[in-house]
Structures are given as structure tokens and as C-alpha cells.
């Protein structure tokens, strides 16, 4: 699966959208960009994944440059529950890697009131 | 939407204790899986599962067992507990190889 990077923080003022990024500039054809965040102290929650095309849901959109060579996860109205680490992940949806998933580091999103 | 239970969320066993650990998915996955995860070691693949009654091991095993008898319940066993296995274990499932996994709420377990 291809590597990301993504910034170890950030913050956001509650009720403004926060725009997350991710660099992943080896990503292959057939790999998806996936999104997930943890609250701290409690399991990974997916969010979002997508392929090419822009991607929303009731929780973010997913924008992908046209040549898939990074994203930006967007939360359109950031609330102080979405204080939390968000992870982005680029896999194959056909991975023969038993299927675990790698979480790197991620980006701590603060959201201040 | 998918529901991923996990049987605690906070344990304290002491050293050389029998720990059972038990995840129960609702969706009819497939797929399960169990991590550990650690501060700085990001998660970690323990055993998954891609059938009832199948396991396979992950990337750190030793000192762990597993057990799914039923397709919607996999249960990690630890035989003697040691301090090195406290953690946060979590729980993930997916329908079927490279779909998403979702996960459980996650058990903290503190062995004394």
C-alpha cells in the first residue's frame, strides 16, 4: 500500500470547516484513499474513502486531485466532538495483505470554540 | 449502519491470568480481525479470521489465541497475561477482503 503524509496537527475554529491533507504521490490505480479518525480512547471510526471522483457523505467530503496524488478530507462545520486524530490510508481494495489496516500517525485536529 | 461491539472497555488482570476478549459484529462479516495498539507503535495485527472456525496469524501472535466458533463473535484469549500485553485491543470486521473495516469501541487492558 502506498505511503501518506499528512500534517501532525492542526487547528480549527468551531463552526468553520477544517480541510485536512494528505500527500500520497505513489498512489497506484488501483488503490482507494481512505479516511478514519479516533476519539481519543475509543476505536477508529471510518469517515469516508473514494477512488478518483469527489466524495460526501453525512459526515465529510473527500476531494482527490485529478492526478489522485493527494486529498483533502473536509468537515464542512467542525464541532469540538471532532477534536480527534485523523488518519488517511491509501490500500487496494484487492490487497493481499491479510487486509490489516496501517495506520501512520496522522493529523490531531483540534477544534477551539 | 455496521455495529462492532467489544465485550469490555476497561480491564485490570494481573500477571499470569487467563483474559478472554470477545468482539461481536452484527453485519454478517466475513472478515474479522484483532490489534493491539500502542503509543507510537501505531496498531498492530494480532490474528484475524476469514471464516468461522479459520484464523490466521498476524504480525504479532505469540502470547495470543483465538477462537470463532460462530461467524459473528471472534474471541481473543490471552493464556497467561503478561504487563508487556496491556494495551488498547481493538476489534475491526469487514465484509470481505479489502472492504472497510469498522471497528469496535476498543478494550484498554491494564495487566497488573
Known amino acids: 500500500d502506498a505511503k501518506t503524509t499528512q500534517p501532525p496537527s492542526m487547528d480549527c475554529a468551531e463552526g468553520r470547516a477544517a480541510n485536512l491533507p494528505c500527500n500520497h504521490s505513489?498512489?497506484?490505480?488501483?488503490?482507494?484513499v481512505y479516511w478514519y479518525r479516533q476519539i481519543h480512547s475509543q476505536g477508529p471510526q471510518y469517515i469516508i474513502h473514494?477512488?478518483?471522483n469527489n466524495e460526501t457523505n453525512e459526515m465529510a467530503s473527500l476531494i482527490i486531485t485529478e492526478d489522485r496524488k493527494s486529498s483533502t478530507l473536509i468537515l464542512p462545520h467542525a464541532t469540538l466532538r471532532d477534536t480527534a486524530v485523523y488518519y488517511c490510508?491509501?490500500?487496494?481494495?484487492?490487497?493481499?495483505?491479510?487486509?490489516?489496516?496501517?495506520f501512520g500517525q496522522g493529523t490531531t485536529l483540534q477544534v477551539k470554540p | 449502519d455496521v455495529k462492532v461491539t467489544q465485550s469490555s472497555r476497561y480491564l485490570v488482570k494481573r500477571t499470569g491470568e487467563k483474559v478472554f476478549l470477545e468482539c461481536v459484529q452484527d453485519?454478517?462479516?466475513?472478515?474479522m480481525f484483532w490489534y493491539r495498539q500502542d503509543p507510537g507503535l501505531g496498531l498492530r495485527l494480532i490474528y484475524f479470521?476469514?471464516?468461522?472456525?479459520?484464523?490466521e496469524k498476524g504480525d504479532i501472535p505469540e502470547g495470543y489465541s483465538v477462537s470463532r466458533e460462530k461467524k459473528e463473535r471472534f474471541s481473543l484469549i490471552l493464556e497467561s497475561a503478561s504487563t508487556n500485553q496491556t494495551s488498547m485491543y481493538l476489534c475491526?470486521?469487514?465484509?470481505?477482503?479489502?472492504?472497510?473495516?469498522?471497528f469496535g469501541p476498543g478494550t484498554r487492558l491494564l495487566v497488573l
Open positions: 475491526a470486521s469487514t465484509r470481505g477482503e479489502g472492504e472497510t473495516q469498522y
Open positions: 453485519m454478517d462479516h466475513e472478515n
Open positions: 473514494g477512488l478518483k
Open positions: 505513489t498512489i497506484s490505480g488501483n488503490e482507494y
Open positions: 479470521s476469514y471464516d468461522v472456525k479459520m484464523k
Open positions: 490510508i491509501v490500500r487496494s481494495r484487492r490487497s493481499s495483505n491479510t487486509g490489516k489496516l496501517i
